[in-house]
């Protein structure tokens, strides 16, 4: 059953592909993969998992839907967020109430301060301004090098032996992200967009921690795993399923664990950390039909610093984008269960949970199941 699927998002994800839209596949485990097959459309492919759901075991099962979720909302459903996420991400969508966000803010502000960094219409210029900027031609080499130092850390705290090979590319696209990373078995593309962001010494130290020793060691450690045995759970990674929760959190809070004492790397996962909660206020808003003047209001209150058209971008994506109304959730989801996992100190819990981590892709439900099995 599980290679049933895994072929059938194999060909759905190659007609996605053909007709220029995101792919299904983010990131291949399987130690290799036949000839891909053929659906002559996303009817087809729905049809497809629609029938492999009904004979499907309950985590395969699960999985599936996720996929179905997806492809019915790119064929027009429109499904309410909270069933949709529920569907798709595996995760309630709760949100966070509104004093828990003012104190994370606070938490951020504080950080900002201990650097001489004013709270204001400036904040995240300023702070970059105080940081090292690099050129285009600088950030390879600052990346690998950062990676470099943090890997025997890492590799300590979540048990992996598995190894990586990494490749770095520049693209100019007009999109939310900065970084993506994908790729197949132990080869990693990370692709660096440069039409979105300064780049600092401190951010490669960030996006070091992120997106290589993050999602292309536990992508790589995932596959070297699937080398070895014969794992239940699918092969492959896509944004719009239900790990993206592990790996998203876990990529965002990874300094936590491995370098809390860099003072200007923890300002900026504390500062990133609220603005993902403030994002997750705007993408329960505008769903919910809060309009657009009040949704900006509320977010200039909260982030003195976030141009209008930041927001505006940040609205659509949470509520006509079909992929980013799903996977942008996982962001906050999973940056708060890893933060509030390093708050417990608790080393025995957050060994656990790392080495698991890079073990197999954990739905939410896991992570939840997996700690309570570690406290007892």
């Given at each position: 059953?599980r ?5 059938v998002?194999d060909?759905?994800?190659?007609y996605?592909?053909s007709?220029?839209?995101p792919?299904?596949?983010d990131?291949?485990c399987?130690p ?5 097959g ?6 087809h492919?729905?049809?497809?998992l ?6 499907a075991a309950?985590?395969?099962?699960t ?7 997806y492809?019915g909302?790119?064929?027009?459903e429109?499904l309410p ?6 569907r ?19 938490q ?8 001489g960094?004013?709270?204001?219409a400036t ?5 970059l301004?105080?940081e090292?900027n690099l ?18 850390l890492v ?8 190894s ?19 790729g197949?078995?132990?080869n990693a593309?990370?692709r ?8 600092t010494?401190?951010?490669a130290?960030?996006?070091?921690l ?16 699937c ?10 990674l ?11 959190g ?7 664990f491995v ?17 993902q909660l403030v ?5 329960i808003?505008?769903n919910?039909?809060?309009s ?15 141009p209008?058209e930041?927001?505006?971008?940040m ?7 079909v ?6 959730w996982a962001y ?10 390093a708050?417990?100190?608790d080393?025995?819990v957050?060994?656990e ?11 939410p439900g896991?992570?939840?199941?997996r ?6």
């Amino acid at each position: 059953m599980r290679d049933e699927i895994e072929d059938v998002l194999d060909a759905w994800n190659a007609y996605e592909i053909s007709v220029g839209a995101p792919p299904v596949i983010d990131y291949d485990c399987r130690p290799s993969k036949g000839e891909v097959g053929k659906v002559n459309g996303r009817v087809h492919a729905y049809q497809k998992l629609l029938r492999l759901r009904e004979e499907a075991a309950d985590d395969l099962a699960t999985r599936i839907d996720c996929h179905l979720a997806y492809l019915g909302a790119l064929l027009g459903e429109r499904l309410p967020l909270r069933e949709f996420v529920r569907r798709t991400q595996g995760v309630e969508v709760t949100g966070w109430s509104s004093e828990y966000v003012t104190w994370r803010g606070e938490q951020a502000r504080k950080a900002m301060e201990d650097l001489g960094i004013e709270w204001g219409a400036t904040t995240r210029r300023d702070l970059l301004d105080s940081e090292q900027n690099l050129t285009a031609s600088e950030i390879p080499d600052a990346l690998r090098a950062a990676a470099a130092k943090f890997e025997p850390l890492v590799r300590k705290a979540t048990g992996t032996t598995a190894s990586y090979n990494l490749s770095i590319e520049t693209a100019d696209i007009d999109a939310y992200w900065s970084y993506w990373l994908d790729g197949a078995r132990q080869n990693a593309r990370l692709r660096l967009n440069m039409r979105n962001a300064r780049f600092t010494d401190v951010q490669a130290r960030q996006f070091a921690l992120h997106e290589i020793l993050g999602h292309a060691l536990q992508s790589a450690s995932y596959s070297a795993r699937c080398r070895a045995e014969d794992v239940p759970w699918v092969r492959v990674l896509s944004v719009h399923a239900n790990h993206q929760v592990l790996l998203e959190g876990l990529a965002q809070a990874l300094p936590l664990f491995v370098a809390p004492d860099d003072e200007a790397l923890i300002a900026h996962l504390r500062l990133d950390y609220y603005l993902q909660l403030v994002s997750s206020e705007l993408h329960i808003a505008i769903n919910d039909d809060v309009s657009v003047s009040d949704c900006l209001e509320h977010a200039k209150q909260r982030v003195p610093f976030w141009p209008v058209e930041t927001i505006g971008r940040m609205l659509s994506d949470r509520s006509t984008d079909v992929l980013l109304r799903s996977y942008q959730w996982a962001y906050p989801a999973g940056a708060d269960w890893f933060v509030r996992l390093a708050e417990t100190n608790d080393n025995q819990v957050i060994s656990e949970i790392l080495q698991a981590a890079y073990r197999s892709p954990m739905t939410p439900g896991d992570l939840e199941r997996r700690a309570a099995v570690v406290t007892g």
